[in-house]
């Protein structure tokens, strides 16, 4: 089979306009960026017509290197709900160029269920992360510039700075820097470093707000450090939100793109899922709402990540709620978590699905919670047996839900047809009874154990002392309302990556917890997370070209 690029670069893409056209938008309308890319104004954004179209939310098990497909299904999915005749948008995050140029690769689908064009979208697109990296570099520079200004009447503790920098690129070497070296004229001396722009509150930011005056309200609530009094800062104080705002005014409106079978997609913004909340723009998801009767959207990384804060967090703050729910598994997936090591994954091993089958249960389990519908998409692969399909079917029956296989990566559209009758079939034969899993006005401690115990898992939440200090400074500066947005490895329920599967009687442990006073959420950190992602023995930025014709080599 073609590679992920070779199918992309041969297909025949349609104008922006005729995408535009066929969900009743007009070429004056757009802001184009070229012959396939666009900008929507967000007056296309009808209240109305959002709360009668059917949204889809694919999530997945537990992430494992074998590779799980959200993406690829989610846009195969679209692509079979319109070969069924029904109008359909797919709205999706933006690729960060660390993973492009990293080890996991871009995030435009694969094989026959992709968005193009792949190589657009993957690399600068139309500027959003730039945008978001400008307006964080700028409150940065303030920030700075308010601690060598000796007239300054705000008096800035430099050592409770929070704020640091941002690029996107994967870059260890940037994790922790000092700054301000060289003398006087150079700044003040201090201990700093860089996150990866995608892990950026403006990024989160960007995501909630759905008008640029609530994305300046959100940028002036930043936190950013204390005075020596221990007196709170924010971007407000540094006179920082108009200008961050100007920066950000085009990457606020969502961007026009199309699939591989000519279908209207949608794709902005890009927040990481396991320090945020891992999911595309509030404004993206309305739009499409607004344009279309079906909406199909992903969460970031597994169910409990991913989909845990679009279902507690983004579907309050944007009044919307999921009509059907679908989990992707993988028969590789689950060998992995059944205990199969990477290189035996090809291998027929049915009692190995069944193994790591507990990891698929336990997510179904949690998406009973919220009382919406559930639908498992089994992304094939070549390698997979009848058999094993047979042990997840049987898994799934015994649940009282349908597993389906899904064949997109191979087919498009036409490989989704049985997962989009199976999604049209629990959306029109049952009802949605969507409950978040807390209440926003309980207490951060009361929350978090909610989390730990009913998604993860967990028989027991320990809080470090820097935790508990944390939480008294939450309670004192007035968040205690704010949603938990947790940051957990990706890779397991626990706060451990190496315990795959289904991990029982586990204790998770809160180190500390951030505040994200923009975003407005509060950020409980547990194990190691990396905000700075590092690049590979091998990055794949190895294999990138472009020749003198412009064609580009090497993306996947």
């Known amino acids: 089979m073609q590679t992920d690029i070779e199918i992309a670069q041969k297909a025949t893409l349609q104008r922006i306009e005729k995408i535009a056209e066929k969900i009743g938008i007009s070429a004056d309308t757009l802001e184009h960026y070229g012959k396939y890319k666009a900008k929507l104004p967000l007056n296309l954004i009808d209240e109305n017509k959002v709360k009668r179209a059917q949204l889809i939310l694919v999530s997945a098990i537990s992430p494992t290197p074998a590779g799980e497909g959200k993406t690829t299904t989610s846009i195969g999915l679209s692509e079979a ?7 359909c948008i797919v709205a999706l995050r933006e690729p960060s160029l660390g993973p492009v140029f990293g080890v996991k690769g871009g995030a435009t689908g694969g094989g026959y269920a992709q968005v193009v064009p792949m190589e657009d979208i993957n690399l600068h697109f139309t500027g959003d992360i730039a945008a978001v990296e400008k307006a964080h570099n700028l409150l940065a520079a303030l920030i700075d510039n308010n601690l060598q200004n000796k007239s300054s009447s705000l008096i800035l503790d430099p050592r409770t700075i929070l704020w640091k920098r941002v690029m996107d690129m994967n870059d260890r070497a940037l994790r922790k820097i000092i700054l301000g070296l060289g003398g006087t004229a150079h700044g003040i001396p201090r201990e700093s470093g860089f996150d990866i722009a995608v892990a950026s509150e403006v990024m989160a930011i960007l995501c909630l707000s759905q008008s640029i005056t609530e994305l300046k309200e959100r940028f002036a609530n930043i936190l950013i450090a204390f005075t020596k009094d221990n007196k709170p800062v924010y971007a407000r104080d540094l006179k920082a939100q108009g200008a961050m705002a100007v920066l950000m005014k085009d990457a606020l409106r969502p961007n026009l793109v199309q699939t591989l079978e000519g279908n209207p997609a949608i794709i902005h913004g890009g927040p990481f899922a396991n320090i945020a909340q891992g999911t595309n723009s509030i404004l993206a998801t309305q739009m499409a709402m607004s344009l279309s009767d079906y909406v199909v959207t992903e969460a970031g990384f597994g169910f409990d990540l991913g989909a845990e804060k679009f279902l507690n967090i983004k579907c309050p703050l944007a009044g919307i709620s999921p009509r059907v729910i679908v989990i992707v598994a993988t028969v590789r997936a689950l060998k992995y978590h059944g205990g199969v090591s990477l290189n035996e994954l090809k291998k027929p091993n049915p009692e ?12 179904l389990e949690n998406a009973h919670q919220y009382g919406v519908p559930t639908v498992v ?6 390698t997979d047996i009848p058999e094993e399909y047979a042990v997840i079917q049987q898994v799934c029956d015994a649940m009282g839900i349908k597993a389906v296989i899904s064949r997109v990566y191979a087919e498009g559209g036409k490989g989704g047809i049985d997962l989009a009758q ?6 029109n034969q049952n009802d949605s009874n969507f409950r978040p899993l807390y209440d926003w006005k309980d207490t951060v401690e009361n929350k978090i154990l909610k989390i730990c115990s009913q998604i993860y ?10 935790a508990e200090k944390d939480m008294k400074l939450i309670q004192r500066l007035g968040y205690e309302h704010f949603p938990i947005c947790m940051a957990k490895t990706q890779y397991s329920f626990s706060d451990d990556p190496q315990k795959l599967g289904r991990p029982t009687d586990f204790e998770i442990t809160v180190r500390e917890i951030a505040i994200a006073s923009g975003a407005q959420f509060i950020i409980p950190i547990t194990g190691e997370i990396m905000r700075m992602p590092g690049l590979p023995n091998q990055p794949a930025a190895e294999n990138i070209d472009i020749d003198d014709n412009g064609f580009i080599t090497g993306l996947f």
Do not use: D, M, R, W
Not at 377 to 382: D, L
Not at 457 to 466: C, D, P, R, Y
């Open 81 to 87: 709900l319109n070969y069924l005749n029904k109008k």
């Open 422 to 427: 199976e999604v049209l079939q629990a959306i």
């Open 352 to 363: 190995a699905v069944l193994k790591g089958s507990v990891n698929l249960q336990k997510h």
């Open 377 to 382: 998409a089994i992304n094939a692969f070549p």
């Open 457 to 466: 898992g967990a028989k027991k939440v320990n809080f470090t002392s820097q």
